[in-house]
């Protein structure tokens, strides 16, 4: 995050103002989606961090694309960032957004890095491993796939990182 502060204040706003109309499950999805388009697409995030286009363009081609899509609130919000002038910090705000409702709703981001794609039976187990062992009432699973842990795993959770892969203890093989 390049703005952390920032995007923390605008996602408690945008949050607070959706708790008090009843669709905070409505512009979760719609940020949800957000933040993939802003992954995915270079060209949003060049459109959006451009000095050059003014506002009204950027806000043309965005309702376009996208605005149309979204819920009348969360586009509403989209529509005052730009306005404002903070469109840049849009991909951040989505992040503290995501964030905040995770800690809101007691949902623990948990990143499992392994050599090789791993099964969903698996994914279960380590699941209900970190449920019991740490009382998580809900996880959100991501994996990702990282050649150069040669075998093992690491898992990331809470600030924490459990590193038991292979590369890790050829590291300290090396060391001693």
């Avoid at 491993?129 to 040669?150: G, Y």
């Avoid at 898992?155 to 001693?176: N, P, T, Y």
């Amino acid at each position: 995050m390049q703005q952390p502060r920032l995007a923390g204040r605008y996602a408690k706003s945008l949050i607070d103002l959706a708790k008090e109309k009843n669709q905070l499950e409505l512009i979760y999805s719609d940020i949800v989606q957000l933040q993939q388009l802003c992954k995915q697409s270079r060209d949003l995030l060049n459109l959006l961090r451009s000095p050059i286009i003014k506002a009204d363009n950027k806000l043309s081609i965005l309702k376009e694309a996208i605005l149309g899509k979204l819920n009348p609130l969360t586009a509403a919000f989209v529509q005052l960032m730009v306005n404002k002038g903070r469109e840049s910090a849009l991909p951040d705000i989505t992040e503290a957004f995501i964030e905040q409702y995770n800690h809101i709703n007691g949902i623990h981001k948990v990143r499992l890095t392994t050599a090789a794609p791993v099964s969903e039976e698996l994914k279960s187990a380590i699941t209900q491993q970190l449920k019991s062992a740490n009382s998580f009432d809900k996880i959100d699973l991501e994996t990702r796939v990282n050649e150069s842990l040669i075998g093992g795993f690491q898992l990331e959770f809470d600030g924490k990182l459990v590193d038991a892969s292979i590369a890790r203890d050829l590291r300290d093989i090396k060391k001693q």
